[in-house]
């Protein structure tokens, strides 16, 4: 199976700030079917970013996606309150889908 | 505004059986284009995809290797929802479980979670 492996674990920064995230595949996505979502405490996943650089409906356009083959980047233009939370990619190329281990965007 | 609603119980005994149910409304079971998949989440596991199954002229089911000689997933058209079944579950499957709907492959829709905690 794909591993996906995230970077940085945890991210300080403030707000207004850029956030940028990355996401390392152990093998190529094929066709760029990368995801990415953001997770809030004691809530499921929210979908923003499909297809490695599409927004999902309703997702700001500070929120970014770029890469394809192994690596990837969610960016985040400049950091609002909300967007404080943790982040996820997945893969969904190759069975079984994947998800990364998370990277974690806290408030300095 | 297409909606999932996860039932079920909190707490199973080891080696019984886990069963979670998740009822769809906006959207069907049998849509062609949708997929209806179970999601766990655990500090030691992470984000963890189990299984899905989807209507394409027929009824088709995946799991992950992970679960796969013990779990269902099942559609259940007359009430347009899809269940979990997960046997001989042990501390270890102790988690959050999701339903969330694939269209095509990435998860835009998801259920509130239900914690499962597997203790005697």
């Known amino acids: 199976e794909i591993v996906l492996t995230q970077s940085p674990g945890t991210l300080s920064l403030s707000p207004g700030e850029r956030a940028t995230l990355s996401c390392r595949a152990s093998q190529s996505v094929s066709s760029s079917y990368l995801a990415w979502y953001q997770q809030k405490p004691g809530q499921a996943p929210r979908l923003l970013i499909y297809g490695a650089s599409s927004r999902a409906t309703g997702i700001p356009d500070r929120f970014s996606g770029s890469g394809s083959g192994t690596d990837f980047t969610l960016t985040i233009s400049r950091l609002e309150p909300e967007d404080f939370a943790v982040y996820y990619c997945?893969?969904?190329?190759?069975?079984?889908?994947?998800f990364g281990q998370g990277t974690k965007v806290e408030i300095k | 505004q297409v909606q999932l609603q996860q039932s079920g119980p909190g707490l199973v005994k080891p080696s019984q059986t886990l069963s979670l149910t998740c009822a769809i409304s906006g959207d069907s079971v049998s849509s062609n284009s949708a997929a209806w998949n179970w999601i766990r989440q655990s500090p030691s596991r992470g984000l963890e995809w189990l299984g899905r199954t989807y209507y394409r002229s027929k009824w088709y089911n995946e799991y992950a290797v992970s679960v796969k000689s013990r779990i269902t997933i099942n559609p259940d058209t007359s009430k347009n929802q899809f269940s979990l079944q997960l046997n001989s579950v042990t501390p270890e499957d102790t988690a959050v479980y999701y339903c969330?709907?694939?269209?095509?492959?990435?998860?835009?829709?998801w259920g509130r979670g239900t914690l499962v905690t597997v203790s005697s």
């Open positions: 997945q893969q969904y190329g190759t069975s079984p889908w994947t």
């Open positions: 969330a709907r694939s269209a095509p492959r990435y998860f835009d829709l």
